[in-house]
C-alpha cells in the first residue's frame, strides 16, 4: 500500500477533470519545441502552488498544445464557466534587437 504522504510528481491527463474538482487549477507553459515552433505544455497547479507536468495516459508523452486557440478551447472545455484565460508567450529576440537598436533615435 502507498504512503499517504507520499505525493505524484505528474499528472495524467485522465484524472484532469478530478484534480480540477479538488481545487487544482491549470495553466499553459510556452517552450520552443525540436522544429523551433512555439507549442504550449500542460501544467496542473495545487492549491499549494506545486506544479505537476501532465501526461497524456495512452503514449505517457507531455501533453501540449500546437496553438492558443487549440489551449483557449481545452481551457474552456475543463472551465466552462470561465471568462478569461492566459495563454504566455516566448519573447522572441527581435523586440530585443529593436530595444537596443541605436538607428532607431
Not at 505544455?41 to 497524456?56: F, K, N
Amino acid at each position: 500500500m502507498a504512503n499517504s504522504n507520499s505525493e505524484a510528481k505528474v499528472l495524467v491527463s485522465h484524472v484532469i477533470r478530478t484534480f480540477i474538482d479538488a481545487g487544482g487549477k491549470l495553466k499553459y507553459k510556452p517552450v520552443v519545441d525540436e522544429s523551433g515552433k512555439i507549442t504550449w505544455l500542460v501544467i496542473g497547479v495545487r492549491a499549494d502552488g506545486s506544479e505537476l507536468q501532465v501526461y497524456i495516459a495512452r503514449s505517457g508523452e507531455p501533453k501540449r498544445f500546437q496553438s492558443a486557440n487549440a489551449v483557449l478551447s481545452y481551457h474552456m472545455e475543463m472551465y466552462p464557466d470561465c471568462e478569461e484565460v492566459c495563454i504566455p508567450v516566448l519573447r522572441t529576440d527581435r523586440g530585443k534587437d529593436n530595444e537596443n537598436s541605436e538607428e532607431d533615435g
